[in-house]
């Protein structure tokens, strides 16, 4: 068996993944399908690398597709990293705040 000790590819635990709005004003929603059961956090980070805001916090959930609508409101115009960690594997994508 080969073990691997780089950085593990998130398409082996997740596909499908999509944001939209995007840009968003208000509130966006996630999807993406999980492909096994695994531990999903999702997070927005400021460009400073500040956590803005948890939107999914280590939770357990099973393989299928989800979609998530999340309200961000409140936070500032500008760019944001959302980190989506699935089974401690990251992937990390841009948002934009209007």
Do not use: C, W
């Not at 004003?25 to 059961?37: I, P, T």
């Not at 400073?48 to 961000?72: K, P, V, W």
């Amino acid at each position: 068996a080969k073990t691997s000790t780089g950085i593990k590819d998130i398409s082996t635990k997740l596909s499908d993944l999509s944001i939209f709005p995007n840009p968003v004003s208000k509130d966006f929603g996630l999807s993406f399908n999980l492909k096994n059961s695994d531990v999903v956090e999702a997070q927005v980070y400021s460009l400073t690398g500040e956590l803005m805001s948890t939107l999914i916090n280590n939770e357990q959930m099973n393989a299928g597709n989800y979609h998530r609508n999340f309200d961000i409101n409140n936070l500032a115009e500008g760019v944001y990293t959302l980190k989506l960690t699935v089974g401690g594997v990251s992937t990390s994508q841009k948002i934009v705040k209007l």
